[in-house]
């Protein structure tokens, strides 16, 4: 799904994020299940616990972003590392409010809401547009990221309460978003819905469903999944990712070489 008038060569070498392609969505949706079963990896199967995985990961998301933002330019591999690393941390950040302080899931998908709405609002007072095609100031690459971490933590919410909370269980939940995202789909392509708004609402989408298919796969049956474990979800769905970036790589350079 794009987000708006596609840019020229030129200015999508400035522009510091990548071109929304089939691709794309693509490795969002691994990476966003990634995020919930690798948290679930490190903190349980590794013996890590909360705390100790959350510092972690934390350290690790501040280093590739600290990398991303010093690039002078889309980077694949750098910026996919940065995304894959903050689902992780989204997914704790929300598991911390749940676990450790005994916030309903409910409140913390409302708590997110109003954060990810506060931040689209001071970016569009500040820049005067939302759209991804514009990540080429430093203000905007900050206010991208943070509206990225927060869809990261509200998508496990949402995520959780419709398939814990709700009972709807990980199957549903996950047929649930998806035919969400797909009614965005035919709400842009077919009643031309505003290009960026369709563009978030399907990014913020696709993380509970990707948090719901990784709980699906994982989970053990009692639970609902299908008992594949956290360990072979995380490393299929790595391995995935691995070589979409890699191939996304490879198209970069062809179109910098063209340039």
Not at 90 to 99: F, K, N, P, Y
Not at 171 to 177: E, G, H, I, K, R
Not at 202 to 231: C, E, K, M, V
Request: proline letters at 3%; glycine letters at 8%; a positive charge.
């Amino acid at each position: 799904m794009n987000n708006g008038t596609q840019p020229g060569i030129g200015k999508f070498l400035l522009n510091k994020v990548p071109e929304v392609t089939l691709l794309f969505w693509l490795v969002k949706m691994m990476s966003t299940t990634v995020g919930e079963t690798a948290a679930d990896f490190l903190n349980f199967n590794l013996s890590f616990g909360l705390t100790a995985t959350s510092v972690v990961v934390a350290v690790l998301t501040a280093i590739a972003l600290g990398v991303q933002l010093r690039t002078k330019r889309y980077a694949p591999s750098v910026y996919w590392l940065s995304i894959v690393l903050i689902s992780v941390l989204g997914t704790l950040i929300t598991d911390h409010l749940t676990d450790n302080l005994g916030m309903p899931l409910m409140a913390s998908t409302a708590a997110f809401s109003l954060a990810l709405a506060l931040v689209f609002a001071l970016w569009h007072r500040r820049e005067g547009t939302l759209s991804i095609h514009h990540i080429d100031t430093p203000a905007r690459e900050w206010f991208y990221w943070l509206a990225i971490l927060v869809t990261f933590a509200l998508g496990t919410a949402s995520g959780d309460w419709f398939a814990e909370g709700l009972n709807l269980g990980y199957a549903n939940s996950t047929l649930v978003f998806g035919a969400l995202i797909a009614m965005i789909a035919i709400a842009r392509f077919r009643f031309k819905m505003n290009a960026v708004w369709a563009f978030w609402l399907s990014y913020i989408l696709t993380r509970p469903l990707g948090a719901s298919f990784g709980d699906w796969l994982s989970q053990p049956a009692d639970n609902g999944g299908l008992g594949l474990g956290t360990t072979q979800t995380s490393l299929v769905f790595l391995t995935l990712i691995v070589c979409s970036v890699t191939c996304l790589a490879y198209q970069n350079k062809k179109l910098i070489r063209s340039k």
